[in-house]
Structure formats: structure tokens, C-alpha cells
């Protein structure tokens, strides 16, 4: 399978990784969650190319992740905007970033931690089933065809 192929694929995952895969991406991504809007400034906490922050902007708003907003004519100056699509990226990076701190952060404990505003605590990432509210345990989930999966043909 061949890196600009991933988006064709059946499979989820590689659909995901042909938008958001590569490392700076996700730091980009990192970065509009921190509020960070402008290209100088992705540019400058990132230390990025800016040849390569081009791209990676120009693919997020291709792929309807960011939005690109106007905020100065002259001459024009765009921001550049979490979509909802973006916005549900959140439990992918947050669920990233708890798995990292679980097994590689250093013995000071993570450098980062996320405070729910409305109940004023920190938390940890959880996934849920939808249906019944229980915790997911990757080892109780039986994964099975599903409406979009291909149809297998007759032999």
C-alpha cells in the first residue's frame, strides 16, 4: 500500500492517517487546540518550515479540518480555525497524549495536564460505549463488518 493510497482504503484508520498521519499534522493540530490561530505564530512555537506549515494548513482546510478566516484585508491575513470536523479530533489527540503520559512521562509526571472548566477538575481520558455508559476495555470489544465494509464477492 503506497502512503498517497491510505485515503482510498476501506479501512478507517488508514482514511485517518491519509488526513492526520504525520508528525507535523498532529502538531499542528496540537496547536489550534492550544488556541493558536496564526501562521506566524503555529510557525513560531513549532519551529516548522514554513514551506511545510503551508502545506500542512492548506491540507487541514482541504480536508475541512481548519477553516481559513479573514481577520485583515490589507494586505490579507487569515486565521486559522478548528471546523466541527476538527473539533472531533479531540478524544483522538487527548487519548494520544494519555497514553503517552501513562507509559513515557519522566518522574515529574506529565508536562500537561487537562482541567474539566466545569467541574474544576483535572481528568483522564475514558472511552465509554455510547449504549450502556460502561468503561471500554479493548479486550471486550469484537470488532465486525459494518454497512460501509465491502462486499465480499462469490467464488
Same mark, same amino acid.
Given at each position: 500500500?503506497?502512503?498517497?493510497?491510505?485515503?482510498?482504503?476501506?479501512?478507517?484508520?488508514?482514511? $485517518?492517517?491519509?488526513?492526520?498521519?504525520?508528525?507535523?499534522?498532529?502538531?499542528?493540530?496540537?496547536?489550534?487546540?492550544?488556541?493558536?490561530?496564526?501562521?506566524?505564530?503555529?510557525?513560531?512555537?513549532?519551529?516548522?518550515?514554513?514551506?511545510?506549515?503551508?502545506?500542512?494548513?492548506?491540507?487541514?482546510?482541504?480536508?475541512?479540518?481548519?477553516?481559513?478566516?479573514?481577520?485583515?484585508?490589507?494586505?490579507?491575513?487569515?486565521?486559522?480555525?478548528?471546523?466541527?470536523?476538527?473539533?472531533?479530533?479531540?478524544?483522538?489527540?487527548?487519548?494520544?497524549?494519555?497514553?503517552?503520559?501513562?507509559?513515557? $512521562?519522566?518522574?515529574?509526571?506529565?508536562?500537561?495536564?487537562?482541567?474539566?472548566?466545569?467541574?474544576?477538575?483535572?481528568?483522564?481520558?475514558?472511552?465509554?460505549?455510547?449504549?450502556?455508559?460502561? $468503561?471500554?476495555?479493548?479486550? $471486550?470489544?469484537?470488532?465486525?463488518?459494518?454497512?460501509?465494509?465491502?462486499?465480499?464477492?462469490?467464488?
Amino acid at each position: 500500500m503506497r502512503w498517497r493510497d491510505l485515503g482510498d482504503e476501506e479501512c478507517s484508520l488508514a482514511r $485517518a492517517l491519509a488526513v492526520v498521519g504525520d508528525r507535523w499534522t498532529l502538531l499542528v493540530l496540537r496547536e489550534a487546540f492550544l488556541r493558536v490561530r496564526r501562521f506566524d505564530d503555529f510557525q513560531a512555537r513549532l519551529g516548522i518550515a514554513r514551506r511545510v506549515l503551508t502545506e500542512r494548513l492548506k491540507h487541514l482546510v482541504e480536508h475541512g479540518v481548519l477553516r481559513k478566516v479573514a481577520y485583515q484585508d490589507a494586505p490579507p491575513r487569515f486565521e486559522y480555525r478548528l471546523t466541527d470536523k476538527g473539533l472531533g479530533l479531540h478524544p483522538l489527540l487527548v487519548g494520544l497524549v494519555n497514553w503517552v503520559d501513562a507509559h513515557y $512521562a519522566g518522574k515529574n509526571g506529565p508536562p500537561l495536564l487537562h482541567r474539566h472548566v466545569t467541574c474544576g477538575h483535572d481528568f483522564r481520558s475514558v472511552m465509554t460505549c455510547s449504549e450502556c455508559g460502561e $468503561a471500554i476495555d479493548p479486550r $471486550a470489544i469484537a470488532p465486525h463488518a459494518g454497512p460501509g465494509a465491502r462486499k465480499k464477492k462469490a467464488s
